[in-house]
């Protein structure tokens, strides 16, 4: 099957029916505003909470038979991702998942959501970032927070295999990574991709290095950085000709990180250079697909203050909403919403369902 992009003027002709779609999508929320429970109203309780709520075994029987695929997304790079089918596939829609920072398929989040989407009646992929997951050695490269040519890869691979309505979503670094993928089409986004979702986003990666590397952050930063050199180390054994562990001992922060390790692996000057062409800011007002934005204003290391950018809040294909509180990629609700008290999942699912019903492939 050949791969259909949009022409370049019919994102404009569709305006009108996805500001219609986005109207909807703000009025459904507008009666469903997030609340915290109420010992978790403190943005690290928020993160934390998120983090070991006991729900992974719960989840256990919903992906033990999901089905394992590796797509290679560029010459001798591989991901390995996990797939959850429908009946009938070809005729469902399909949501598309990437994790953040350090995370894998397997994170919490992306098992929660693959089975809220699956129950809904969506194809699920779990994809794993390069090198993230246990598959460093699948690639001799490093991922960095801008491979919005890996998604593209994917989702164009499940195009030509027949999947007729897909769906993005992204989860912090994902999150930057699905929201760039979109601005990068542009015009000229594949009709087949009907939404693309975002939760916790680093839509600026210098903004968020920044953030992070103050004193009150340092759990979560040294958590990063140890996980990150790990890493190095592994590649080193794995690919000892590409990778010197010998700057490691030198590594205090991320930018430090990205500054030897990163940027250098990835063909950017330096870690700033990284940070700015990788950042999903920068193309956000080429966005021309129907996209909902979930960020809290208390994320304690992803700032929200980016996304108050004119690229962001006056392109009309951009829904951005943006609780006073909720953590990174948390909001641990106060109350049962629909059928659990993780909202943003549940927000991100009823936008994709909503698209899926109010939007058809021309």
Not at 43 to 60: I, K
Not at 150 to 163: Q, T, V, Y
Not at 278 to 298: C, F, G, K, W, Y
Request: net charge positive.
């Amino acid at each position: 099957m050949a791969l259909q992009p949009a022409i370049p003027n019919a994102s404009t002709q569709r305006l009108p029916h996805v500001q219609e779609l986005l109207s909807k999508i703000s009025s459904a929320f507008a009666g469903k505003t997030f609340r915290p429970a109420p010992l978790l109203r403190q943005a690290d309780l928020q993160t934390l909470a998120a983090y070991v709520w006991p729900r992974r075994r719960r989840l256990q029987d919903s992906y033990a038979h999901d089905e394992p695929r590796v797509f290679e997304v560029a010459a001798g790079v591989k991901v390995l991702s996990f797939c959850r089918w429908q009946n009938e596939r070809h005729t469902k829609p399909t949501v598309v998942l990437w994790h953040g920072i350090e995370g894998s398929a397997s994170a919490v989040y992306m098992l929660s959501f693959a089975n809220k989407a699956f129950i809904a009646g969506f194809n699920v992929v779990r994809v794993n970032i390069r090198n993230c997951g246990g598959t460093e050695h699948l690639t001799p490269t490093l991922y960095h927070g801008g491979l919005s040519e890996d998604l593209r890869s994917i989702i164009e691979e499940l195009i030509r295999e027949g999947c007729k309505q897909i769906f993005a979503l992204g989860f912090s670094l994902g999150g930057n990574m699905v929201l760039k993928m979109a601005g990068e089409y542009g015009s000229h986004v594949p009709s087949e991709l009907v939404a693309t979702c975002a939760i916790s986003p680093s839509v600026d990666l210098a903004a968020s290095a920044d953030l992070i590397n103050r004193k009150r952050n340092w759990l979560y930063h040294q958590s990063f950085v140890i996980k990150l050199k790990r890493k190095i180390r592994l590649k080193h054994r794995l690919y000892p000709d590409l990778y010197d562990p010998a700057s490691i001992k030198n590594v205090r922060t991320l930018e430090e990180f990205d500054e030897a390790y990163t940027s250098k692996a990835n063909g950017f000057a330096d870690a700033n250079d990284y940070y700015v062409r990788a950042s999903s800011i920068r193309v956000a007002e080429n966005i021309r697909i129907p996209t909902l934005i979930i960020h809290s204003q208390d994320d304690p290391f992803i700032p929200f203050a980016p996304l108050r950018a004119k690229v962001f809040s006056d392109n009309p294909y951009i829904l951005i909403v943006g609780p006073e509180k909720g953590g990174h990629v948390a909001f641990v609700s106060g109350k049962m919403n629909g059928g659990d008290r993780f909202w943003a999942e549940n927000r991100a699912l009823e936008f994709f369902s909503m698209a899926a019903a109010e939007l058809t492939i021309s």
